[in-house]
């Protein structure tokens, strides 16, 4: 998975699935990569004997491998009917952290990667009708979802949002698709009439109608505030992070760490995070993210308040105190005991 703001983080919205996961791993091969639209690189995986694949229902991600030594977190955007292989959909960020460098770099026909089994961190709920609304890259687990509802014969319309057309991924899958019609393409530089008129989607806010968001920061943002303004509770409105939102690191301060197994104390300095903190001390908690968004290094926290940077835990989650994310977020007591 690849999405982002400033400090007032919008929770509105609902996971499925707070588990910390760490799977094996599948060995697969890329049978097949294809320029879907400017800067995105569509990915078909298999297994090496072309065997079946792990089921996957409409909205899971794998966890991808890459060969730079990265994991990243990548939408399955192929119809969870296909048992056979796996695709994704990787958007080139110039300026990001290396893994969607890689993918294009590195990921050619016949590679061998490693992923883990699909998981679902945005499922589809049963209701009325669904809209769907996707940002950019975001439209990858849209993709899936739009044909899990077209073969459900599930009412739904679908929102597709780029800079501009050329930015628009699988344009000729979705018109030869079954729910063409559903589908309304919106760009940034085309003209007003086609622009997303926000409030007058998001206007029929009721318990049988459910939300599924999907995209970059800005977007997510924009939709999800007017999502609120317009009455959508957290219980219909669903939504999946792709990229973290940049934190201001200024006045951070260092904390002690207590682990409560062993009563070892560990200092966690202002320039450090609570992975490499344990890391240095030889302990290891399972990451992937490494930004608040997939919840593999989600950790029991028994004393102490926390300071939450994530986006994978609720409003409520993050009320509760109970659980945190490592590897970005920190304390607002001097002190945190953890379940390790
Ligand atoms: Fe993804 Fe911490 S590693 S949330």
Redesign the pocket.
């Given at each position: 998975m690849h999405c982002q703001t400033g400090l007032g983080v919008l929770q509105l919205g609902t996971k499925t699935e707070k588990l910390k996961v760490t799977g094996d791993l599948i060995e697969v091969v890329v049978t097949r990569r294809v320029l879907a639209a400017t800067d995105i690189m569509n990915f078909e995986l298999r297994r090496p004997d072309n065997g079946a694949l792990p089921a996957f229902t409409a909205g899971s991600h794998i966890d991808l491998h890459l060969p730079n030594g990265l994991v990243r977190q990548y939408s399955l955007c192929n119809s969870s009917s296909h048992s056979g292989y796996y695709e994704i959909a990787v958007l080139l960020e110039p300026d990001g952290r290396g893994g969607s460098k890689s993918a294009h770099e590195d990921l050619l026909p016949g590679s061998i990667v490693r992923i883990t089994a699909p998981r679902n961190l945005f499922a589809l709920v049963p209701g009325r009708h669904s809209i769907l609304l996707a940002g950019g890259i975001g439209v990858t687990p849209i993709l899936s979802m739009a044909d899990a509802l077209t073969s459900a014969d599930a009412s739904f319309e679908f929102h597709y949002c780029t800079r501009s057309e050329d930015r628009a991924a699988f344009r000729e899958r979705i018109a030869s698709s079954p729910f063409a019609s559903r589908v309304r393409f919106h760009f940034d530089d085309g003209d007003s009439r086609q622009k997303l008129q926000i409030r007058d989607v998001l206007s029929e806010a009721r318990d049988d109608v459910h939300l599924y968001v999907c995209g970059p920061t800005g977007f997510m943002d924009y939709v999800l505030s007017n999502a609120r303004e317009c009455g959508w509770s957290e219980a219909n409105t669903h939504i999946e992070f792709f990229t973290a939102q940049e934190m201001s690191r200024t006045g951070d301060a260092g904390f002690d760490l207590k682990l409560a197994r062993s009563g070892r104390i560990i200092r966690v300095e202002a320039d450090q995070t609570v992975?490499k903190a344990l890391a240095l001390r030889g302990i290891d908690i399972?990451?992937?993210?490494?930004?608040?968004?997939?919840?593999?290094?989600?950790t029991e926290v028994l004393e102490g308040e926390v300071e939450h940077r994530?986006q994978?835990l609720t409003e409520e989650e993050h009320t509760s105190n109970k659980l945190f994310?490592?590897?970005?977020s920190r304390a607002k007591s001097p002190m945190l005991v953890i379940d390790v």
């Open positions: 992975i399972p990451v992937s993210c490494e930004q608040g968004i997939c919840g593999t290094c989600l994530d994978f994310t490592p590897c970005c």
